[in-house]
């Protein structure tokens, strides 16, 4: 494959053969390459399953930056591999880290702002003949996820074998909350919006990892961002953020299609099971990658994830049902990585 990416990167920018380095890559199945030339320019290359994957990966990042993203610029595409510009290493993960309070503040109250435009650029959108606008996060997908999670973090990863009268009374409990994050698809989802899928280069904040995007909750792509397991706002600065999201959205002279749709404590509801529910996805996710995949990447993070998924399930009413049948499972979670 490196000698595939050396060939491309070389036509692509006419300055000789480069010198290519595999960057470490998350849960996909595409993998990264850094094409660096003698003059020191340099290209990430993607090398992808198929061509049809590149295919999607470029009409997602037209899309994407039609509704206002910032995405990453495209540079050419031959059968499976494609070039793009190379956004340098540091991700908003690791940016934030010698961040104050207020610096952290206004680094979200930015991102927020670009969230709100794009959802109301894809709500005012007349051609959604893609794909991505007839994908959903419908009760099928939502429950996919939460069996995902039951099977390879609850199950697999924890070890736990609880008694099938509480796995059947969590599934009914969870049916509840899908049922109502299902009720409605206000717009596009990112579907994986956190500090590790957006790069800071310079002032930009790219989005990346956004070829899955589906309709969902306008919710989910604030929940993913705010319950982040790879940064911890803190639950004071998450509550600030989302209700910062809330009054932009509910702000006199908004246009119509940004308005908020919801009361504030309909908002705040459908925030914190969206946020439940995602928390239990990615957790879900992290044990796949720790016992099927067999990769560490991940195990840093569970202890985070389920400290901050018992936390959301302890705010609302309609998720107290869920925090006592599942979160007494979390100490072996908890217990592991006691500096995360």
């Known amino acids: 494959m490196a000698g595939q990416v050396v060939s491309f990167a070389e036509r692509v920018s006419g300055k000789g053969a480069p010198l290519v380095n595999q960057l470490a890559g998350d849960a996909s199945t595409r993998r990264y390459f850094r094409a ?83 959802q109301s650029a894809a709500r005012a959108r007349k051609d959604k003949s893609m794909e991505c606008f007839s994908l959903k996060f419908d009760e099928e997908k939502l429950g996919f996820e939460i069996d995902f999670a039951d099977t390879h973090f609850l199950k697999g990863y924890l070890g736990a074998a609880p008694p099938q009268a509480d796995m059947d009374e969590m599934k009914r409990h969870w049916a509840k909350v899908i049922g109502d994050l299902a009720g409605e698809m206000e717009t596009l989802a990112h579907r994986d919006f956190h500090s590790r899928n957006i790069m800071v280069a310079g002032d930009r904040r790219v989005w990346i990892d956004y070829q899955d995007a589906r309709m969902g909750r306008m919710q989910y792509d604030l ?27 509910d702000a006199e002279g908004a246009a119509p299609r940004s308005r908020a749709p919801w009361s504030r404590d309909r908002f705040l509801e459908l925030y914190h099971l969206s946020a ?56 072996t979670a908890l217990e592991a990585y006691p500096g995360s």
């Open 276 to 331: 439940a529910q995602r928390l239990y996805k990615a957790l879900g996710t992290y044990g796949y990658q720790a016992t099927v995949r067999k990769t560490d990447v991940y195990l840093p993070y569970i202890k985070p994830a389920a400290r901050r998924l018992a936390r959301t399930m302890e705010t609302i009413a309609p998720l107290a049902p869920l925090s006592r049948l599942l979160c007494p499972y979390f100490s």
């Open 36 to 118: 660096r030339f003698d003059d020191d320019s340099t290209v990430v290359v993607m090398a992808a399953p198929d061509s049809a994957d590149v295919d999607k990966f470029i009409a997602m990042t037209t899309l994407m930056r039609e509704l206002g993203a910032d995405v990453p610029r495209l540079v050419r595409h031959d059968d499976a591999l494609l070039a793009m510009e190379d956004l340098g290493d540091t991700m908003l993960q690791g940016s934030l880290a010698g961040m104050t309070m207020d610096q952290k503040r206004v680094e979200y109250h930015a991102i927020i702002e670009k969230l709100i435009l794009f």
């Open 223 to 249: 929940a993913s961002l705010l319950i982040d397991p790879y940064v911890d706002l803190g639950q004071k600065l998450e509550m600030e953020l989302a209700e910062y999201y809330f009054d932009l959205q």
